[in-house]
Nanobody, 121 residues
C-alpha cells in the first residue's frame, strides 16, 4: 500500500504561481495530478511516467503547468504558473502500479487526500 501526501496549496491572486508537492510512502510508477472544483467532477490535470520521459496535460493547463518527479525522493511536483480563478480546486496526487502515464482516474491505484488551491481575481 502506498500513501500519498500533498502539500503546497494556498490562496493566491490570479497570475500568481504555486508549487505543489506530493510525497509517496513507497516506490511509485505512473503518477498524476487531478483536481476537483466545487460542484464539479474530478478532472485530469497532468500525468507522468516512471522515468519522467513522458508527460500528459489537460488542454486547460497546457503551457502553464509543469509536472515533474524525483524518484530518489519519492516526490511528485506540479508547478502552476499564471493561475486563473478557474484553477480553484482541491488538487489530488495519484499513483498507479504500471509505468506509464494516463489521463483516466480509474487507472490509478492510490490517491492522496488533496490540497486546496484558491485563486481570486
Amino acid at each position: 500500500q502506498v500513501q500519498l501526501l500533498e502539500s503546497g496549496g494556498e490562496s493566491v491572486q490570479a497570475g500568481d504561481s504555486l508549487s505543489l508537492s506530493c510525497l509517496a510512502s513507497g516506490r511509485t510508477y505512473g503518477m498524476g495530478w487531478f483536481r476537483r472544483a466545487p460542484g464539479q467532477e474530478r478532472e485530469f490535470v497532468a500525468g507522468i511516467n516512471y522515468l519522467g520521459s513522458e508527460t500528459l496535460y489537460a488542454d486547460s493547463v497546457k503551457g502553464r503547468f509543469t509536472i515533474s518527479r524525483d524518484n530518489t525522493k519519492n516526490m511528485l511536483y506540479l508547478q502552476t504558473n499564471r493561475l486563473k480563478p478557474e484553477d480553484t480546486a482541491v488538487y489530488y496526487c495519484a499513483a498507479r502500479r504500471p509505468l506509464g502515464a494516463t489521463m483516466r482516474d480509474g487507472d490509478y491505484d492510490y490517491w492522496g487526500q488533496g490540497t486546496q488551491v484558491t485563486v481570486s481575481e
